[in-house]
């Protein structure tokens, strides 16, 4: 009976010399069974009613009579050929020399048993013919038939190994061993051709060649039979994890440890100021938040060490405390780097975070780059470097790691990305929820810029490949059900605490904060090229400078849209980029030149729950990755035309000269440093223990706020010995529960703030004094420090009045010992 169609093309107009398909059977001392196997293909093949085919036996220096048996097929039918080897030389070379020697516009690579029948032919042929360029028989997806199985000790060593195989080489396959695989005749013959393993691994390495190539690769359900006199021995195994490994360590190439150097020497020279001294450097443009983020690291690790709520604290903003799950604490690097915080000090952390982090992040995106968008190394390595190190994560960089430290975001696209192949969707999911619930601890602003990223992403692809779109749905759909059961359960109760629990709030109203379309076009302070002066004009301070891409950038990446346009995957990453950088500009768009604005998008999407708290100039950061994707698209593009051998020289030089022009300007200058003012002897040396009780408050002039946040290293020095009213978070205000930042506004702290800000010491009467001794009680002080200081002086004068006493001086600073009968 005769199927339809033959499972290979038609032969209209195919090269002289080739074939539809290609049959490839390895042997090696096969003399008892491979006469009924080659019967069996020769059958098949013809009753599809066609004798377009040939069938290619390789005889792997066989012992027995396996040559023999060849020879006499190929006597019975010319169809038939018979190539040998003078020595076993593996299971790879056998087939490499099959495959090469193939004539097929299709090759079926099928083991001489015939575990898995001929008949199973079409299922591959008809994935090929829905434009896969390879197609393997799977025993381990849904839909796969088993019928005799193996022992239950072999079947074990197989799924631990396909477990290390996926993990090593071949991601999203779940079965790369099943010894009956359809392939694209051309693409196949290039694959093995580049192949270099002998043995038992070889298809691992011939799927990664597929995969790094851009090949699709499907994986079909089978029906397979084990069969008696299986050639894979125990001690093979061994031999297969050696091939493994050689494998993993020649796919990251060169380019991959040197492009790890270079992102953490790049790092390293960024923060050159902090490493230098890194107890005492502050970065410049930091404002209070190094010290926020450093008390922050501190916390952590004492909440660990004495087994305290890693949620909440009353140490600042005493007694009211703080809501340590809706402050940016970055639980995912402050509770694994515990010990060097208790160790060395939250300084090194601070330094270790911004430095391996940003260096992690240029290596995460990098390999996503590698793996999943182009073949030249060095493409990825430029585009993983411009994600990481672009004028906005520099920006960040000095002050805000929640913004800068990133490198969960590229594994969770990637994982994204897998669920769009198919396959194991339930553990891709899983991962992908685990994935979630980690960058939730390192900042949630980031995540749902990202996802709203994607989703842009999305919707353009979706639009410009609806095809493709509509196949990965489905998986892609069935996975996030997945990962949002796994993140709901993880994060209930930390996500609970957040936005129901102690100190939580609503929102955080910034304000109008979208980007001047100058701000697009302009350099960075930060930036090689950049000007200081209308960085600042364009931007809230140098920590918010959100766009900054320079004019040569914007003007490449349009052209590169351009020239790239056929491609789904730029089309989509073109409207990515300028529906971000439109969102970033805010609700009202200035029109250049004129005293106009324009109606924005974010007047819509800022009323969104969770965008309310969204500064609007950041969505412009989701330009990042579809700018560096699209830099490393355009890389790879003239090194695949360089390795075709194309003459064009002086289009290389150009288009090389373009990329210089449009990312020198954008190079990062370091970070600038300054040596911070010491900690008063007075906390320093343990005076404060003879003033300030346990669970007490000790009261720096002027009260902590975001801009004075000096006295949280004190507490951290003493070893959060005292409490501190006020301090640097983000808290609760009135009944609604707005968001701000800081403590809520008391008398005592804006009086003592006034006098620091106008140098004029205040005037006090009763009711004043009365305000100031509820606050006292309220914040259950003990003491009243001022340290030396601008306009010191007034603010002593100040608190004299209050307190109707004089100070001490003990210990470098000023003191008035409040306690109650003192």
């Not at 729950?609 to 969204?614: A, C």
């Amino acid at each position: 009976m005769t199927s339809e169609k033959p499972p290979w093309p038609p032969a209209d107009g195919p090269p002289t010399g080739t074939v539809g398909l290609s049959v490839v059977v390895p042997a090696y001392n096969e003399e008892d069974r491979l006469a009924p196997s080659l019967k069996a293909i020769r059958d098949h093949l013809d009753g599809e009613g066609t004798d377009d085919w040939e069938l290619i036996v390789v005889d792997d220096g066989s012992t027995d009579g396996t040559a023999d048996v060849v020879r006499a097929a190929a006597a019975e039918d010319p169809r038939v050929r018979l190539l040998g080897s003078p020595a076993n030389r593996g299971k790879g070379h056998a087939v490499r020399t099959g495959v090469l020697a193939s004539r097929g516009r299709r090759v079926l690579v099928t083991d001489a048993d015939l575990a898995t029948p001929m008949e199973e032919l079409p299922l591959l042929a008809a994935r090929l013919d829905e434009g896969a360029a390879a197609a393997v028989g799977s025993r381990a997806l849904p839909g796969s038939r088993i019928g005799i199985r193996q022992h239950a000790l072999r079947e074990a060593l197989g799924r631990a190994g396909a477990g290390v195989i996926r993990a090593l080489a071949a991601p999203g396959v779940r079965d790369t061993q099943c010894g009956f695989k359809l392939f694209e005749g051309e693409r196949a013959r290039t694959a093995f051709a580049a192949s270099r393993l002998n043995g038992w691994a070889f298809d691992v390495e011939i799927l990664s060649l597929f995969r790094r190539h851009g090949w699709t690769v499907a994986e079909v359900p089978v029906r397979w039979d084990h069969r008696p006199g299986s050639k894979l021995r125990p001690p093979a195994y061994a031999a297969v994890l050696g091939d493994l490994v050689r494998l993993r360590m020649r796919a990251a190439g060169p380019v991959g440890p040197t492009a790890a150097a270079l992102y953490l020497l790049l790092a390293f020279f960024l923060y050159g100021g902090l490493w230098a001294a890194p107890g005492t450097a502050y970065l410049v443009d930091s404002a209070s938040d190094q010290q926020q983020w450093e008390w922050f690291f501190a916390v952590t690790a004492d909440n660990i060490a004495h087994l305290r709520d890693p949620f909440f604290t009353d140490l600042q903003n005493h007694p009211y405390g703080v809501n340590l799950m809706a402050n940016t604490t970055m639980m995912g690097v402050s509770v694994p780097l515990a010990p060097l915080t208790i160790a060395l000090g939250p300084h090194v952390t601070w330094a270790v975070v911004l430095t391996g982090g940003v260096a992690a992040t240029a290596w995460a995106w990098y390999r996503l780059l590698a793996k999943r968008f182009v073949r030249a190394r060095w493409a990825a390595a430029l585009g993983g470097g411009f994600c990481a190190f672009a004028p906005p994560m520099v920006s960040h960089g000095t002050a805000h790691p929640n913004f800068a430290v990133l490198f969960a975001i590229p594994l969770i696209i990637e994982r994204a990305l897998r669920l769009c192949d198919g396959g194991r969707t339930r553990r891709d999911g899983v991962i992908l929820g685990l994935l979630l619930v980690y960058q939730v601890f390192l900042g949630e602003e980031v995540l749902l810029l990202a996802v709203t990223g994607l989703l842009l992403f999305a919707f353009a692809y979706a639009v410009a490949a609806p095809g493709t779109a509509r196949r990965a749905a489905g998986p892609l759909l069935r996975g996030l059900g997945v990962a949002a059961l796994v993140a709901v359960v993880l994060l209930a109760v930390p996500l609970y605490r957040q936005f129901f629990g102690a100190q939580s709030y609503h929102s955080v109203l910034h304000g109008s904060a979208g980007n001047h379309p100058f701000a697009l076009l302009e350099f960075a302070t930060r930036s090689l090229a950049g000007d200081e002066r209308v960085a600042a004009s364009l931007s809230m301070n140098r920590t918010e400078e959100n766009a900054f891409f320079g004019w040569p950038l914007i003007l490449l990446a349009t052209v590169l849209v351009i020239r790239m346009r056929r491609r789904p995957l730029v089309r989509a990453l073109g409207f990515t980029a300028l529906a971000a950088a439109v969102l970033s500009l805010g609700r009202d768009i200035p029109l250049p030149g004129t005293d106009h604005t324009l109606p924005g998008p974010w007047r819509v999407v800022g009323r969104l729950p969770l965008f309310e708290s969204v500064i609007e100039s950041r969505t412009a950061m989701v330009c990042v990755p579809a700018l560096g994707i699209l830099l490393a698209l355009a890389c790879d593009r003239l090194a695949a035309r360089r390795a075709r051998g194309e003459r064009a020289e002086g289009r290389r030089l150009a288009a090389g000269a373009a990329l210089a022009v449009a990312l020198v300007p954008l190079l990062p200058t370091p970070y600038r440093t300054v040596e911070r003012a010491p900690v008063p002897a007075f906390v320093a040396d343990g005076h404060w223990r003879d003033y300030v009780r346990p669970g007490r408050s000790l009261v720096p002039v002027p009260v902590p706020d975001p801009g004075q946040a000096t006295a949280l290293g004190w507490q951290v020095r003493a070893d959060f010995g005292f409490t501190l009213p006020g301090g640097y978070f983000n808290g609760p205000d009135g009944p609604d529960r707005r968001g701000i930042y800081g403590p809520v506004p008391t008398v005592t702290a804006e009086l003592l703030k006034k006098v620091r800000e106008t140098g004029r010491a205040a005037d006090v009467d009763d009711r004043t004094r009365h305000a100031f001794g509820r606050d006292l009680a309220t914040w259950r002080a003990d003491a009243i420090v001022l340290p030396p200081q601008d306009r010191a002086d007034p603010l002593r004068e100040t608190v004299e009045r209050l307190t109707g006493t004089r100070p001490r001086w003990v210990g470098g600073v000023w003191v008035w010992d409040v306690r109650r009968g003192r």
